[in-house]
């Protein structure tokens, strides 16, 4: 039954398309039945009376509720399912997958276990410790169910940065929060200014790098998760917008309207800056693809500097298009374009040359970045009175917020995947 779900989400079922708002995602056939995988979640063990196991309960059913991809009934059991026929009982009763987690308490280590009902054979278990964070063990047990289910990389594990300013006490707020808007949390409050948070790749030890303007220039900063903060790169000029390479060692940044490579050699450990792009017009957001080549823009089109032919591209040469954004899981940029008076997304596949319009109602739509999966983008809506972050899903075009109104939030960057949640 799973794989034959599959098949359906894939679109390789003749007449069956994706339909989607901005809190769903789901599969539709022709005549207009919604079809979201049907999902039996069974939670036992000693604790399932008390808030923490309640907590873990709920933290399940909010991922795996997300776009509303599977639909899903939770019962707390007192014994697990012992007998094959027990699961497959759950098939007769329309469940396409079956989810059981046992929980005793927060010193002991969570079992779970995923089946097929349809032939009742379990496709993925494992016995987890807490490590001291109910949330920890629920999100990476919802990523991996979605992961065997459906073929998909959740992005539960993972944090999304922007700054808010503060206009009444004038602060600039480096804050964090979940992947869906939840958990908020101010990193780094600072009475300067700061602009444009980017994510290290460093995943044992993560990091942001943030531009910070001081009276003499403006220069990268780095926060770690502990809130503290330390000079980086703190070079003359304007100094806004980093890339990283796939290894962590290349890096590219603008710098006063022109594009910089940093390369560290461990051996010397030196590094050596070397200007690469420099034009007429003002060089910003360079985005490094896995072939080492730089995606930017310049003068309102989107260009691709090549390293191996040194030579520069543009990809866009119509329109006013600012903010690339490269995916290296999708092979995709996403970037702004004025339609009409107001900026909307587009992405740009390298590979196909294809652009696709995502966005097409009223506010400016800016400085999008990807979802480390590729599948979603995050961006600011700014109209003349707030500026708010929110998540579009690539594949339904639809997004939502996930910060309040009358705030002024602007320039998200979104983590990559972690083992495990950082600050919980």
Known sequence: MVLRWLWVMMGLVQGLYLVGDPNSFSVQVEGGVSAPMKLYLGVLGSGKERYDCSQLTRLLVQCLSFEKLFDIKQELLSSAPTKKSDVTHLFDKGFDAALFVTFEDLNSPVEWRLYDTQPGEMISGKRQAILGYVKDVAFGVAARVMKELISVEAPFLSKIAFIERDRKKKKSLLTLVDYDGSSKQVLLSSARILVAPSWSLNREKPFLIVSEFTPSNVRFMGVDMEGKKYVLLDLEGTNVGISYGAEGRDVVYCRSG?????????????????????????????????????????????????????????LTPKGYNVAPAYSRASGQIVYSTRIRGAMQLFTYDLKTKNMVQLTHDRGDKVDPCWSPCGRYCVFCWENNIESRIAVLSIATKEYWFITPMGRCCRYPAWSPIFDKVILA
């Open 258 to 314: 022109a594009i910089w490579s940093y390369q560290y050699n461990p051996e010397t450990k030196r590094g050596v800056h070397r200007c690469l792009i420099r034009e007429q017009g003002t060089c910003a957001s360079p985005s490094l693809t896995e072939d080492g080549d730089i995606v930017f823009c310049s003068e309102g089109k989107i260009k691709c500097y090549h390293v191996g032919s040194k030579r520069t591209s543009m």
